[in-house]
């Protein structure tokens, strides 16, 4: 069955420190693959989105992510966090081509920081 | 560009009432979807158009809900009966499809509770 996990409902981390979101799917070919921020109020924001090439995507907002496909695996990650990042982050992959209807949607993973 | 944006932003019914939803794409934007989006969960695809026609609507929840685009701009999202189980926020985005770089915009979203 295709699915996204994203493992951790809540993570917190403190002010300027590293973050990782993880991200795990299972799908039977090699999807597309995107994260989404949602802050309250706001809209769905895309961070970024990995088609193909280079494994690794640099994003919007300092955001970067590998697509790793021996570990069915696309976690973001940003080297120093600031108060603002606070929100909920979406991961979701989808079919190659012209298909974003088609998207599985991981749960969230709300980011919480610590001043 | 004034962004994709949905009209109300909150709404409180009473079970068996009817309710409707406005959502206005991004200018050129020539597709539109429709989103459910409930507590701690992903986005929960509904149905989308291209320009007027509605081209994936399986996915609608059940006959109760129906969704129009007639002009090819705007939208309507329309929940009739409404049932308490329907309360969630309903997620409206649009895209521009560029070969394989479509990217969706959301709005900010319609937060329905029903009574």
Redesign the interface.
Known sequence: AQSVTQPDIHITVSEGASLELRCNYSYGATPYLFWYVQSPGQGLQLLLKYFSGDTLVQGIKGFEAEFKRSQSSFNLRKPSVHWSDAAEYFCAVGPPGDSNYQLIWGAGTKLIIKP | DT??SQDPRHKITKRGQNVTFRCDPISEHN?L?WYRQTL??????LT?FQNEAQL?KSRLLSDRFSAERPKGSFSTLEIQRTEQGDSAMY?C?S?L?L???????????TRLLVL
């Open positions: 962004g994709v597709r979807y701690g969960q992903g986005p929960e695809f989308y994936e997620l985005a895209s499809p070969a394989a770089q479509e990217t969706q915009y959301f709005g900010p979203g």
